[in-house]
């Protein structure tokens, strides 16, 4: 990866891209500093840290703390995720949409695009105005009155729209896809808290021993074995990202094979290639959406003053749900699986490929164009999406897994920052390759 770099750095288009990428970010982080007025920011830090089970723990590890700090990026690139994924499921229900989108050609794109802009406005102003009301039942403002719910929703709304309107110029003129860079940029602007709270909880792991009746051997032990856990769980994680590396580059490769035709006095076809087919096809998204449901108890109770009294109905409720639980953990499985083959459908249609082989002289080996290789390819995905979708609830719920085996808190969430950072890293890498390797075709001729 760090040779891909520097090997880039050395051209001069590709490192006037890199530039245009880091000046950027670079934007997006002192936006992600600059808080927004009639906010008491140093109680609201302390809120979302002591909710860190809900909604609200997730999308301030995405936003890179910007929303516990309530500055101008404090909605992070979320409306604008939402608002693609609900448009690409409309362009499913709706034939509108998907005549445009698969008929359109260029000007059809440019139609869905502005669809999903005017649509990230929509929800940019909804979750501002969400965010302001939860601030505000709190008691978390400095001035109440008319003026300070429009700045507030608004300079949440206008840095939403802000980041989508940057997100889109690095994917123009920078290098990789501007959304996931600046999803990946929020995610790891947060590594040095989160290995300061590992810390903490190993710490705190040891304070609450109780170590009455222990001999000075033991004690000893304990305290020799207190780095050791911090040096086991580095490890982990560094196994867990190479896991992560494997099974995102992982793919089954389905032969295919064409057949001659002649045209005229010319052969066409006759050549082998193969259809790639990821292991892990939908990507992050389930775990995002899993996560978002299995999180709603515990986010509708942060808007009840009740949950927060000990022996109340609300609070033994969402106990129950708490993001530590092992119900919690079994519902956050089951609901990945489900939705890692809802989105598989929806990326890989086996008819439609099946069809277009067959219109191209193209066939499987060993299975006849139409019906059988459609319904091969949906053996094929079947069995990859049930593999990849054991991967992402395994990956998901080991933190959770590990936060009550150790005790430290706050690391229900690292398995999707952990798949989304490598995932977009690997991605990014992958486009400043295929730029290098066209400004080198020379190679191939000589």
Do not use: C
């Not at 598989?344 to 060993?366: R, S």
């Not at 959770?400 to 150790?406: A, G, K, L, Q, R």
């Not at 992958?430 to 080198?440: G, P, S, T, V």
């Amino acid at each position: 990866m760090f040779k891909t770099i520097r090997n880039a750095w050395k051209l001069p288009e590709l490192r006037r891209k890199l530039l245009f990428v880091i000046f950027a970010l670079l934007i997006f982080r002192v936006g992600a500093a600059i808080p927004v007025p009639y906010i008491n920011t140093e109680y609201l830090q302390d809120y979302i840290a002591a909710n860190s089970g809900t909604i609200f723990g997730l999308l301030n590890t995405l936003s890179g703390s910007a929303l516990s700090q309530a500055t101008l990026f404090a909605l992070s690139i979320q409306p604008y995720i939402n608002a693609s994924i609900i448009i690409q499921l409309l362009t499913i229900a709706i034939p509108a949409l998907e005549r445009l989108a698969k008929d359109g050609g260029e000007e059809g794109k440019k139609k869905i695009q502005s669809i999903t802009r005017y649509a990230t406005l929509a929800i940019g102003l909804l979750q501002g105005w969400g965010y302001y009301t939860l601030i505000r039942s709190y008691g978390l403002l400095t001035n109440e009155g008319v003026w300070a719910a429009v700045v507030i929703v608004v300079s949440f709304t206008a840095g939403a729209v802000f980041l989508m309107w940057l997100g889109e110029q690095i994917t123009e003129f920078g290098v990789g896809n501007g959304i996931s860079i600046i999803l990946f940029t929020g995610i790891v602007s947060r590594i040095p808290h989160m290995i300061m709270s590992l810390v903490t909880g190993v710490k705190n792991w040891a304070a609450n021993l109780d170590m009455t009746n222990w001999t000075e051997q033991q004690i000893n032990s304990t305290i020799v074995m207190n780095p050791g856990i911090v040096a086991l769980l580095v490890v982990g994680m560094l196994l867990l990202i190479i896991f992560i590396v494997f099974i995102t580059n992982s793919e089954r490769k389905v032969p295919v094979q064409y057949a001659k035709r002649v045209v005229g006095r010319k052969m066409y076809g006759g050549q082998s290639t193969h259809i790639p087919i990821k292991v892990n096809l939908s990507g992050v998204l389930p775990i995002i959406f899993a996560q978002s449901i299995a999180m709603i108890p515990a986010t509708i109770g942060m808007f009840v003053p009740s949950s927060q009294q000990e022996g109340s109905a609300w609070h033994t409720f969402l106990s129950v749900f708490n993001s530590t639980s092992a119900l919690y953990a079994v519902i956050y499985f089951l609901l990945i699986i489900m939705f890692s083959y809802f989105y598989a459908t929806i990326q890989f249609n086996p008819v439609e490929v099946a069809n277009n082989l067959k219109k191209n002289g193209g066939f499987i080996p060993g299975f006849r164009p139409g019906r059988p290789t459609a319904e091969f390819l949906a053996k094929v995905l079947s069995r990859l999406t049930f593999f990849g979708a054991i991967y992402l609830g395994i990956v998901a719920i080991l933190p959770i897994i590990t936060e009550n085996i150790t005790g430290i808190q706050n690391m229900s969430i690292g398995g999707t920052s952990v798949i989304i950072v490598v995932g977009v890293a690997l991605e990014t890498v992958k486009m400043l390759e295929a730029q290098m390797l066209m400004r080198h075709y020379k190679g191939f001729l000589e």
